[in-house]
């Protein structure tokens, strides 16, 4: 992974930096329920500030499917980031245009100005070239600190860094390319990867890619009894994807004609007939009847705990139950404790399994968080990321 230009290394002194971050956030209220990935921007925009640039932050919201929605408007972010960062926070309704042009302008050096969602024109997701130089005009110098949105060739991600030069990733941009990077280019063994979430075929090159260098998956979650079922066990109602049991067995043998192995679980929490005020816990891994997995059971938590013990390196992609239910969390949460505990390097891979340690107030003891759910499962499997592959390489 070739090392790329940072903001450190920018000539900031009074200019302009458009700035890509990821305010994908949720709203509840008209207000901000979750500011991670807020917070997660902060330590560029502080530079930022400290060298005296004026900064135009640019970010999309939701889907509003190309069209101006008042509920999808980033007014409430400028707000938030306001008080986050102690000092004025400037808002244009546009993102493009005049006005906006404007604004940016009169920005106070060490100043800062959020942008309208960008996804309010269509232009942004098509990456139209006429819209990427209009909003190259807000900038003398180009920031991609969003690597959440890194894997989208989009107007702000690829359009603007290809006019808009010198191009460089932001804090945030390194620090999730060095630790997922980590993970392909050096892992330390014994390396354990923790693979959850519904689908198998979600993971499909994310497990290939990481055949070679993982030691053990542990692999819980729905796409569990995918596996299960290929391995000829009884899997109830459990979410199964019937035409991936080939693939899955053959997954599995490759792994342990090569050394590695897979762990799967030995018991489990199972609703009844669909019901989730009607739960058991399995005494073995057999899920009978109208009977649908919903959590790892206590035996497999521990089990899996044992493993992320004797590890140097874990990585986890994707929730092992239902965690946002609390009666289905407690497999996911006994094993990001152990995980927590442990003393290996522990790489969060982003989506789920970020909402996951956070909600158990964990994240901050795991030694990195990924911001980014699909950015990172596609770095992770292998494949480019065109945000990043557009920045300028380390001088």
């Given at each position: ?72 408007s980033l007014k409430v972010v400028a707000d938030h980031l306001s008080g986050l960062l102690g000092r004025p926070v400037a808002f244009s309704e546009e993102c493009v245009g005049e006005k906006a042009e404007a604004a940016s302008r009169d920005l106070p050096p060490g100043g800062f100005l959020l942008v309208e969602n960008l996804r ?276």
């Open positions: 992974m070739p090392k790329k230009l940072n903001v450190r290394d920018l000539d900031l002194h009074g200019g302009r930096v458009f700035c890509r971050v990821d305010y994908n956030v949720p709203l509840q209220g008209g207000k901000v329920s979750d500011d991670t990935r807020i917070r997660a921007s902060l330590p560029t925009l502080e530079l930022l500030a400290g060298r005296g640039a004026r900064t135009v932050l640019a970010s999309h919201l939701g889907r509003p499917a190309g069209k101006p929605k008042a509920d999808l309010f024109h269509k232009e942004e997701e098509a990456n139209d070239p006429q819209f990427a130089a209009a909003l190259a005009r807000l900038g003398d110098v180009y920031v991609n600190d969003a690597f959440g949105t890194a894997h989208r060739a989009h107007a702000s991600t690829v359009g603007v860094p290809t006019v808009l030069k010198p191009a460089a990733a932001g804090l945030l941009m390194e620090a999730e390319l060095e630790h997922l990077g980590k993970v392909l280019e050096h892992p330390e063994s014994p390396f354990v990867a923790i693979l959850g979430g519904a689908k198998v075929s979600d993971k499909i090159e994310l497990i290939e890619n990481l055949l070679p260098r993982v030691d053990l998956f542990l692999i819980g979650g729905a796409m569990a009894y995918t596996f299960l079922k290929a391995l000829m066990k009884p899997v109830g109602k459990s979410l199964v994807e019937d035409d991936r049991l080939t693939l899955a067995k053959s997954l599995v043998q490759k792994a342990r004609s090569s050394g590695r192995d897979f762990l799967f679980p030995i018991d489990h929490v199972v609703t009844v007939g669909g019901k989730d005020d009607q739960f058991r816990t399995t005494p073995n891994v057999d899920i009978t009847g109208e009977e649908a997995g919903v959590d790892i059971g206590p035996k497999t938590a521990e089990l899996f705990a044992s493993k992320v013990r004797g590890a140097r390196m874990v990585l986890w992609n994707g929730p092992l139950g239902r965690f946002e239910i609390d009666a289905f969390s407690h497999g996911t949460k006994r094993v990001a404790e152990a995980v927590a505990e442990s003393k290996a390097i522990s790489i969060i891979g982003g989506g789920d399994s970020t909402a996951a340690v956070e909600k158990f107030g964990l994240a901050d003891r795991m030694t990195h968080v990924s911001t980014g759910g699909g950015a990172a499962l596609e770095l992770l499997s292998g494949m480019r990321l065109p945000g990043v592959d557009i920045l300028d390489d380390a001088r």
